[in-house]
């Protein structure tokens, strides 16, 4: 799987729309409504969208929204911030799934 | 790549040394730099076509709103990101006679605006001189201020000449915070930076109603676009305010132009080509429409003039024609001139535009 992803594929991310136009029109002009400014800043969604980034480890958001959030006046210690964000929730969500451990080990446990 | 025997002057550990022509390093010349920028990446479309596209080329003058002096290379910082490779090393500057050819030509004119430039331009022995003829004759003057030249001992009465003389004041502080602005112009300058802004709030810099206006200006730290400038001035305003009790007027975002000492950071980083495409994919025809040139003449330190400073440190003079030094100068021809454009200029049309007084669209 060497090489799997490419920086240069992004800029082609259109060509999804090519098989079913519709669809890729409607999801452009969702994500494009989604980030406006709105009750949350750009410069808020894009720190957001750095850490959903991180969380579904998604290399092509990654670079994006940290050029975004770069280009919206954020700093690599706001940045910083919201990765860890999505390191805590990924990293509670498996913890607490714990409890269903605890559900089930003590089901079955004497 | 470009030049693949050339040594970087740009470091990530030491980027505040001497300048790339005391380094004798080829992008010093602007041949060399010409050269480079020619060499677009496959995707970037050569700038005149893009223009042409957008109905904009040739690109012409609007007229003279802005008298725009370079006094010279001398700077007592050596920023990472300089388009005119300015430094305690260069001994360019203008000299009184040139200086006086400038107001001379400026009384000849209605232009309202005077924007002294550099280096540092108050370390030109000239500069006050500048002032107080440009000031005299009734115009708007505008020091282009690194802030830490406010502290030097030699310069102790700076801040309190400008107020004197009502001059508006536009310094550089790419960051609110010291990590992002030292990595772009040397190590302490964030907190000289801030001390030199208290000592002009003190005199009534950047409060309302003082008449004196103080407006910063942010570079990006990096191959990057500026953020919208409307939003980056409220984190700004709030940060220097809260942290430094610092007050201003207004902030500009400028675009670095892939040039000089930020093209050698973008050739030693392996930025030049996503920048270049980031320049050009973010091409604004509204804000190629309302460019600087088109309403600037700008004079270099030894008299020569030029379509804008960024054509003036690439050594392309006004062309087409028009007069090309100072003691030559003819409002009436230079007004509505024709503007040299290269693929440098993209760095001036993205995103929502880059003047030397910020966005434009």
């Known amino acids: ?110 | 790549m470009p030049h693949p025997n050339r040594e970087p002057v740009w470091s990530k550990t030491d980027n505040m040394g001497l300048s790339l022509k005391a380094n004798a390093n080829p992008l010093s010349l602007a041949a060399e730099q010409l050269r480079i920028l020619s060499i677009v990446p496959t995707p970037v479309a050569p700038f005149e076509d893009k223009m042409a596209a957008a109905g904009l080329y040739p690109l012409d003058a609007t007229g003279i709103t802005v008298f725009q002096i370079n006094v010279g290379k001398l700077c007592n910082q050596t920023c990472a990101h300089c388009h005119v490779d300015a430094g305690p090393d260069r001994r360019e500057i203008m000299t009184r006679e040139t200086a006086e050819l400038c107001i001379r030509a400026l009384a000849q004119t209605r232009i309202p605006t005077v924007d002294i430039t550099g280096g540092a331009p108050e370390l030109n022995p000239n500069f006050r001189w500048l002032v107080e003829q440009a000031r005299g004759l009734g115009r708007h003057v505008i020091d282009r201020c690194n802030l830490t030249v406010l502290l030097l001992a030699a310069q102790a009465d700076l801040a309190g000449f400008l107020a004197n003389h009502q001059v508006e004041v536009i310094a550089s502080l790419p960051y609110f915070r010291a990590s992002q602005t030292d990595a772009q112009r040397g190590e302490g300058v964030f907190e000289k930076s801030i001390a030199a802004l208290r000592k002009l709030n003190a005199l009534g810099y950047g409060s309302e109603g003082s008449g004196l206006l103080l407006n910063l200006v942010y570079n990006p730290v990096g191959a990057f676009l500026p953020p919208k400038q409307e939003s980056i001035e409220v984190q700004f305003k709030r940060e220097l305010e809260r942290k430094h009790g610092v007050v201003f007027n207004h902030l500009y975002t400028i675009t670095n132009m892939p040039i000089s000492r930020f093209l050698d950071f973008l050739l030693a980083t392996g930025n030049y080509e996503g920048y270049m495409e980031r320049l050009v994919n973010a091409f604004n025809p509204a804000a190629a429409a309302s460019v600087m040139c088109r309403y600037t003449i700008s004079i270099g330190w030894d008299g020569a003039l030029f379509d804008c400073d960024f054509n003036q440190m690439l050594d392309l003079p006004t062309g087409f024609g028009a007069p090309q030094h100072i003691r030559d100068f003819d409002v009436t021809k230079l007004q509505s001139r024709r503007i040299f454009t290269a693929n440098h200029c993209y760095g001036c049309t993205a995103g929502s535009g880059s003047t030397c007084s910020g966005s434009i669209a």
């Open chain 1, 1 to 110: 799987m060497d090489g799997y992803y490419h920086s240069s594929d992004l800029p082609n991310f259109a060509d999804i729309g090519k098989g079913n136009r519709e669809l890729w029109e409607k999801f452009q002009s969702y994500y494009a409504a989604v980030f406006a400014e709105g009750a949350l800043t750009e410069r808020e969604k894009a720190l957001i969208a750095l850490g959903v980034a991180h969380a579904v480890q998604c290399p092509y958001c990654i670079d994006a929204y940290t050029q975004s959030c770069l280009e919206k006046g954020s700093n690599i210690e706001e940045m910083t911030e919201a990765v860890h964000v999505a390191c805590a929730i990924r990293g509670g969500a498996s913890l607490v799934h714990g409890l269903q451990m605890r559900n089930v080990a003590e089901k079955l446990s004497m």
